[in-house]
């Protein structure tokens, strides 16, 4: 007797793939009891012919839509983990480029009981990726799993394709609650994030990863960027990402310099440009990726863009004569004195814009009278305390 599991399969325009998906799940789990949870965010009639099969379905099937489409297809995964009827879940595409017959190869490696996690992975023995479809894709696949293991050597250590898509998942041994899904990858954020508590350990089994069965692929540049990101969030928190966003930025600003002088232009309006365009994309990565939740709640656009510009114009108009009053009256080092002041900018820009620029708008006193008590010294100390608690390990 095999335990009872609910295949999770999210789905974004698929209608042409729900029947067959279906019938060959249902096959292959013939026997076991099982339930079929579709997380829905189509466009099209995806809904209703999930409804139509599951009429005649020899299992229960269920399909879930999505009124906004937060996390991508990560958050309906994480909703799918939370509405399953049981505790082992699988989760699997929905255009059968995962192929249901393998699992009960799932199941069965799960069963042996010394695995939380069970993956399907497209590199190990019997693995094959050539379903990824183009040279240049499977490429950047291999290189992003490379670059993804060495970023988290220990949780990762056991896992030779932390990025697929296709995986059982015992969701009584993961703290759902902290995970903080975006993007396509999942399982990558289950394996670092959602092993606080109980180290996942990880199993695997071959899988043949085939071609889209109809419809097209989601994944897309924009994917790629989410993805980075995504990592950077995942490994240094959003300090980090707001550290890398700015260098980045003054990288960009060199080269823009350099260009726009070797193309004959005076350097002093080459600066002013190459500023200008670094404070304009610096300001719209960091609305993108590093504070795209709160931006939401907080002031308007022109108002965070006004306050982050001026913050930035005053840190570095007053950088310069803190770093001569240093080297004047204490006597330390340029170099020193140079090192400590973009630490303490950094640091200052960083606190600015999380509590500041991107602070949510004050809530009106509603009937009941007082204000919710959020003072700047609580908000603070809540944002140290949440840079101090994201996971990290070397
Ligand atoms: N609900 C929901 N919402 N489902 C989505 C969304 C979304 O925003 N975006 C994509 N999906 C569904 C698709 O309908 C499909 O069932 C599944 O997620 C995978 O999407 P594809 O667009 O087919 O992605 P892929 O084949 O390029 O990527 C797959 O392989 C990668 C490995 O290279 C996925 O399994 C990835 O997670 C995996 O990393
Ligand atoms: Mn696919």
């Not at 928190?237 to 070797?262: D, P, Q, R, Y």
Request: glycine share 8%; proline share 4%.
């Amino acid at each position: 007797m095999s335990v009872p599991v609910t295949v999770i399969v999210p789905t974004f325009n698929e209608r042409d793939n729900i029947a067959e998906l279906v019938a060959r799940t249902a096959a292959a789990l013939a026997g076991s009891p099982a339930e079929i949870l579709f997380v829905d965010d189509s466009s099209d009639d995806t809904m209703d012919e999930i409804a139509r099969v599951a009429a005649s379905a020899p299992l229960p099937v269920r399909g879930i839509h999505r009124d906004r489409n937060t996390g991508g297809l990560s958050g309906a995964v994480v909703l799918g983990l939370a509405e399953a009827s049981h505790d082992v879940c699988i989760v699997m595409d929905g255009d059968l480029q995962h192929p249901p017959e393998l699992l009960p190869a799932l199941l069965a490696r799960y069963e042996e009981g010394d695995a939380d996690v069970v993956a399907a992975s497209r590199y190990i023995g019997g693995g094959d990726s050539a379903g990824l479809g183009t040279v240049m894709r499977f490429g950047v696949s291999k290189a992003a799993t490379a670059i993804t293991k060495a970023m988290f050597l220990r949780r990762l250590w056991r896992s030779t394709d932390p990025m697929t898509g296709f995986f059982l998942v015992d969701r009584s041994r993961v703290e759902v609650n902290t995970l903080r899904p975006q993007g396509f990858k999942i399982l990558l954020e289950i394996l670092v994030r959602g092993g606080e508590r109980h180290d996942l350990r990880i199993a695997e089994v071959p899988l043949e990863f085939g071609t889209r069965r109809h419809g097209t692929s989601k994944a897309s540049l924009r994917q790629g960027a989410t993805f980075l990101a995504h990592l950077a969030r995942l490994r240094f928190g959003k300090m980090g990402l707001f550290a890398v966003i700015g260098g980045i930025g003054a990288v960009a600003n060199i080269g823009i310099m350099w260009a726009l002088t070797h193309l004959g232009m005076d350097y002093v309006l080459a600066a002013v440009i190459g500023a200008a365009a670094t404070i304009i994309g610096n300001f719209v990565l960091q609305e993108l990726f590093v504070f795209r939740e709160e931006r939401h709640l907080a002031s308007r656009l022109w108002v965070r863009f006004a306050s982050s510009v001026s913050f930035n114009g005053v840190e570095a108009a007053l950088r310069i004569p803190v770093m001569a009053f240093m080297v004047e009256t204490w006597h330390i080092s340029s170099v020193i004195a140079t090192a400590i002041s973009l630490v303490v900018a950094f640091l200052a820009r960083f606190l600015f814009h999380a509590l500041v620029v991107y602070a949510p708008r004050r809530q009106r006193a509603d009937a009941a009278g007082e204000p919710p008590v959020d003072t700047a010294a609580l908000r603070i100390a809540r944002a140290i305390d949440a840079e101090a608690m994201r996971p990290g390990e070397l």
